[in-house]
């Protein structure tokens, strides 16, 4: 039973077949690829968006950090989560492709609310060249901690940062989870919502390793390539990525996964609900927060599952102590094993 | 029949079925998967260096990027060919990891010598603080003509560079075709003949996209990975870059893939030059350089061979104009397409 | 009366009598002048550091970006107050200067205290390779608001930093009135408490413009060095830095500004004190901040008293608000200006 | 006798006495000063260019990486001579402040001709995403040799420029010399031949350590302004700044001054002719490159003379060995100590 993490599962047999598939012959390289052509195609039509420019790279900290760039200028500053990945978990990547951006955490929650996002963007208004400039506002959907914006929710930050005159990037590693919580269009969760530049995760969502970055206006298309092929994240064989996501956005797969991955975390969440477990975050995508017993965590350990203890350790002696801990259901996990944990976690 | 790159060609099936078979049940990230503990033994076995830091990333330019990253600091220079890939077909990635550190051109020559090379760093002598600091020496192995340093060659200019004290980075983006070519060990090729850190290929040899980074120093381990996580060069599902490598070294197949790419390629020189054809560069490895009149590259275009015209263009007039070309063999081809060509070359 | 900033203020006589001094003939170049050997002698036997290595710029931000540069790696973080000039006031410098690090705001007060700096630097702990690593740890003295660190204060913050292995960067914009304020020597307030680098304001007490940088451990002498030229901020006719800053540290100019400044400002806090203004903030040093009625201000504008209302707006029509405003006592204020303007509040 | 360079004589008196008279009571900071007003007017004026954007820094460093990382983006080249300023003596500082940008040595001439420099832009050609992107073409004017383009040549460079699109960046570290050698107006030695952005030299020419940069475009201002402020080179007591340029401006005293300086570099020229001597270029401005026998030399460092040899060592045996050196001439210098020195040389 393996709940660290949706990034350390298995990609989907079809996603593999695929890969085996385009391994045929010649392929143009460096994104010129016929198989790439079809994933533009996909995407377009996908997100309602038929002058996007989109492109594909390998990993979600590439992506975030190459559209950042893109849409910042050194001297800015990046409005986004406290808990953000790109503040967070990307060993300043960010600041890195952006030449030394700073980035502002606004308010103290996991969501960003419109209130906050006005007060860290007004804040940043009396220095004149002195303070960091005004920059994107980045979102992350499904959060950190599981939750997701509702479509409102996105609609009412983007208009604070368009009350700006800010770009808004949206962090969708886990884009397909937020997507089916959600029920509504990719559209409807980007640009109709005011989102300009998307990082469409793939990889924690069954591929082996690829995110496409979506920029509804084209106009820094070519600025984007520069910056990819300057990153090093240009693929000379780039059929290999163009083949994960075109095989990922055939026939649903892309949205069935996520379907399945957050059934079985909702199953998930009933189980520990009823064995009274209470949630530190409301679960609302693949991912669970909780706090439980020391007790339990150790038994859980001794029987092999695997997962990420969050706050606090398991070493210390106090069997009644109340451990936070993240729980990650991927693509591939199956209901019988949600069922055997949830054995375990009653006891 | 296609020539236009290395980098074109499918990947090996052995190396797509290692992908499949590691696509099994979970797998720890980020490199920590124990397939990476098995990478990390073949190589130092293969290079006799237990002591070898090694790191997989999934293009030839990060490789290069963060070697040369963690080399060099942002005031100095990096010695390389006038035509290394570093400075010409990068698009800056080694300025842009390295945080503005500048490439000194050594020489005029495809190859440097170690006379052009001390010219250039001492040229850099005399100005104290005011001019760039010295910083390492890159050497490309095969270089982007198709031309191999001998095992001498590069420790001559090794010796130059130990002489002044900097570190030599060796792009081994063909490490194998040259490896096979000039018949030593990996050792002697590299740091027996003073080399530190050694971007080492699989992309162009077979692979679906993987390059090692072994430094023979290991003191700058974690500052690599940090420079790797930073770059977003560090793959989450990290086991698929570690199957190809595992495959890739396993069972010789890296040297049974540049034998054979080397082998037709000398089958293509042979036929070449029997039909009257100059090299403009010796042919020494898995490409080759040539001029041949306007008429036969126009026969060979109308029959669907695939290549770049390196100088001149195609469109023009004169039958008999000598139009440079280059033609790269990649570990795919067979020798029947080779003959075919050559036949067309004749006419 | 102006208390808008210390930075607007003249330069001391004897400042200008140095540069004029100064400007006789030919003087070696770039620092090599022979009153900066003058003036690291002062320093060194100022701060009783005969091994520091001692540096000149022209600019805070230069001083604070080109140290923290030398301390701070591009994937770390620099520990600092939420209110540090460093992060507020300078564009986005130590992000450029260091290559992209990040700056950790510690707690929410303006003085960071040990336990709150020992959170942050904590919280950093669990990540790995995916966070930002632990940088240097900057402390302002003056503060920005103020207020003074005691010397046990500092090194409690230092002994922090000192545990996890940090260094410690001192930003001293304004170091002069903070030591007379403490009335300690200039090696009690930095190496004696931990501090291992400084940037040495002169400009805000009387300069034209210079600014040392002063590192106790020379090791990294010649990295600042290449730092300072690269970063454009070497100058070649070195000989008026090093004029201003000796004159600055001769017959104790220096502290005679300060406590000169440090004065006057108590004797105007005294004056609001009297008068029934509350302080937002303690005024330890040359600077208050304060809170007063809207009539107040207003009358003091019409009387063409030149500061910043920090918060809230003149324009505004209750002329009981109470808008906070920042005085600051420069070293060339008089003590009948402050009685003036002292009067003015009275009404 | 002092000739090693312009950058260490003493300031102009009248500089020195602006310099006292702005040190008057309070001054607004960082650029709002009224002495600057004056300042752009005047340059304005000057330039016959009503629009001109106008900012002043303290080095030549600073003022040639400013402007260029205004005008280039990171995965862009600059075009230069293989001896300009910029890429010789900066210590990477071009590099560092567009992001890292590669500079473009054009040719192996220290002036760069239209072909030379079309040349090098046509070579950037054919790379697409791979190459660098062509940026600016910067033109050292006064050469780091003497001469002195003519303002056909500029004219020449700027037309190849704008035949590809390119911004042209003027270093103007000696405009001033190079003025009154043409004896053009300001505006045809710049925006009327086709250059977009001047470091216009202060420094060199009298000042204590002032620089203008002038950008004709005034589109990119509030950038330049950023990028000056994040780079530390925006002066808080910027009134001395501006009193310099002011004082440097009026009266025709910049002109003045480079008319003395080349006059007596003239003289001197005059003087080594006379002598047999033979230039390794045409002295054209304030500066000789010449070559003489190591007897001469030693005569000349034996009586005190100051100046650089540039190739060779005065250390060998040979006194028949020529040893070329350089010989700048300051604003300060006066014709007795010419003639002393024509004396020396002649024995």
Chains 1, 2, 3, 4 share one sequence.
Not at 82 to 104: M, Q, R, S, Y
Not at 174 to 203: H, I, Q, Y
């Amino acid at each position: 039973m393996f709940f660290a993490s949706d990034n350390a599962g298995p990609a989907h047999p079809a996603i593999m077949d695929a890969l085996v598939k385009a391994n045929e012959g010649y392929a143009p390289p460096y994104g010129t690829d016929p198989i790439m052509d079809e994933v533009r195609a996909q995407i377009r039509e996908i997100f309602e968006a038929p002058e996007a420019a989109v492109y594909l790279v390998a990993t979600g900290t590439a992506a975030n950090s190459l559209a950042l760039a893109t849409l910042c200028q050194p001297f800015e500053t990046v409005f986004c989560s406290p808990v953000a990945h790109i503040h967070e978990d990307e060993c300043n990547a960010p600041e890195f492709f952006t030449g030394g951006a700073k980035l502002t955490l606004v308010g103290d929650a996991v969501k960003m609310t419109p209130d906050a996002l006005r007060a860290s963007i007004e804040a940043e208004e009396s220095r004149g060249v002195h303070g960091p400039q005004r920059g994107p506002v980045s979102i992350t959907q499904v959060t950190e901690r599981g939750t997701v914006y509702s479509v409102e929710e996105l609609t009412a930050l983007c208009d604070v940062a368009k009350g700006f005159g800010l770009p808004v990037h949206l962090d969708g590693a886990r884009f397909a989870n937020a997507l089916v919580a959600l029920g509504c269009s990719p559209a409807e969760m980007t640009w109709k919502a005011g989102v300009d530049a998307v990082s469409f995760g793939g990889t924690k969502n069954g591929c082996v390793g690829v995110e496409a970055v979506i920029l509804f206006d084209p106009q820094k298309a070519w600025e984007f390539e520069l910056r990819r092929k300057r990153g090093a994240h240009l693929f000379s064989k780039h059929r290999y990525l163009s083949a994960q996501m075109n095989a990922y956005l055939k026939d649903d797969l892309w949205c069935e996964s996520a379907r399945r991955a957050n059934g079985n975390c909702a199953r998930l969440a009933q189980g520990l609900r009823a064995a009274g477990v209470a949630f530190t975050y409301a679960p609302q995508a693949n991912i669970v927060f909780c706090a439980m017993p020391r007790a339990i965590h150790k038994r859980l350990h001794e029987a092999g599952v695997v997962y990420n203890v969050w706050s606090g350790s398991l070493a210390g002696d106090d069997p009644q102590e109340m451990l936070e801990a993240r729980f990650v259901c991927d693509w591939s996990i199956d209901s019988a094993e949600i069922d055997r944990f949830v054995g375990l976690v009653k006891g």
